[in-house]
T-cell receptor
Framework: DAGITQSPRYKITETGRQVTLMCHQT?????MFWYRQDLGHGLRLIYY???????DKGEVPDGYVVSRSKTENFPLTLESATRSQTSVYFC??????????????FGPGTRLTVL | AQSVTQLDSHVSVSEGTPVLLRCNYS??????LFWYVQHPNKGLQLLLK??????LVKGINGFEAEFKKSETSFHLTKPSAHMSDAAEYFC?????????????FGAGTRLAVHP
C-alpha cells in the first residue's frame, strides 16, 4: 500500500548501543523529516532531508545521524543510545512542488526505550 | 519567527457538548496553519489547514477552525463531541528555514470526552 511506514514500531535497547530506525515512503516526496515526541514538548525536529544525499539539522540533532541514499528511505541512527533518547519517533514526508502547502504526512511512529 | 501556543494542555467535555481547543500563533507574515490529531498509539493525522483562502476552514470529522488575524488565533471547534474525538490535538504553524516547509508544533491539547 502507498504511504509512509516505520520500523520497528517498538524497540527496547540499552545505553551505549547503536540503534537504527527505518522510514520508507512510497509517494516519491522530496522532503523527509524525523521528529521526536516527548511529554510537554510537542514534536521537535531532529533532522530533515530535502532530497537524496541532502540532509540538514533540526532543533535537536545531537546524538543522531541520518542518511538518504534513496529518495524513499530516510533512516535515523542513534550512534550510542542514552536514556534521554527514550521517546516516540515520527517520520514525515512532504512535497514542496505542490502549489498549496499540504503540511506533512506522518508515519505511525516508533516507540524507543533506552534502559 | 513563527510560534504557536496552545492555551490548554487538557480539555474535558461531555459527549454531545461543544468542543473548543484554543491556539494562538505568532508569525511575521501571512501564516499557514494546521491542526493535527493524534489518537492513542497512532501517528499524526491532518485535521484541517488554513492557507489564506477562506478564514473559516472545515476539516474532517465535523471539526472546523476560524482564522482571526486581529486576535492571532486559530481555535478548533466542533459542535458536538463524540467519544471517538478523544485524542491529542496539535496546532501547527508553517515556518521557513533553508527553503523548506518547517512545521512548528504547539505542545498539544489532550481532549477527554466523557459519556
Amino acid at each position: 500500500d502507498a504511504g509512509i511506514t516505520q520500523s520497528p514500531r517498538y524497540k527496547i535497547t540499552e545505553t551505549g548501543r547503536q540503534v537504527t530506525l527505518m522510514c520508507h515512503q512510497t509517494w516519491s516526496h522530496s522532503y523527509m523529516f524525523w521528529y521526536r515526541q516527548d511529554l510537554g514538548h510537542g514534536l521537535r525536529l531532529i533532522y530533515y532531508s530535502a532530497a537524496a544525499d541532502i540532509t540538514d539539522k533540526g532543533e535537536v540533532p545531537d546524538g543522531y545521524v541520518v542518511s538518504r541514499s534513496k529518495t524513499e528511505n530516510f533512516p535515523l541512527t542513534l550512534e550510542s543510545a542514552t536514556r534521554s533518547q527514550t521517546s516516540v519517533y515520527f517520520c514525515a514526508s512532504s512535497d514542496l512542488r505542490l502549489a498549496v502547502p499540504q503540511g506533512q504526512f506522518f508515519g505511525p511512529g516508533t516507540r524507543l526505550t533506552v534502559l | 519567527a513563527q510560534s504557536v501556543t496552545q492555551l490548554d494542555s487538557h480539555v474535558s467535555v461531555s459527549e454531545g457538548t461543544p468542543v473548543l481547543l484554543r491556539c494562538n500563533y505568532s508569525s511575521s507574515y501571512s501564516p499557514s496553519l494546521f491542526w493535527y490529531v493524534q489518537h492513542p498509539n497512532k501517528g499524526l493525522q491532518l485535521l484541517l489547514k488554513y492557507t489564506s483562502a477562506a478564514t473559516l476552514v472545515k476539516g474532517i470529522n465535523g471539526f472546523e477552525a476560524e482564522f482571526k488575524k486581529s486576535e492571532t488565533s486559530f481555535h478548533l471547534t466542533k459542535p458536538s463531541a463524540h467519544m471517538s474525538d478523544a485524542a491529542e490535538y496539535f496546532c501547527v504553524v508553517r515556518g521557513f528555514s533553508g527553503g523548506y516547509n518547517k512545521l512548528i508544533f504547539g505542545a498539544g491539547t489532550r481532549l477527554a470526552v466523557h459519556p
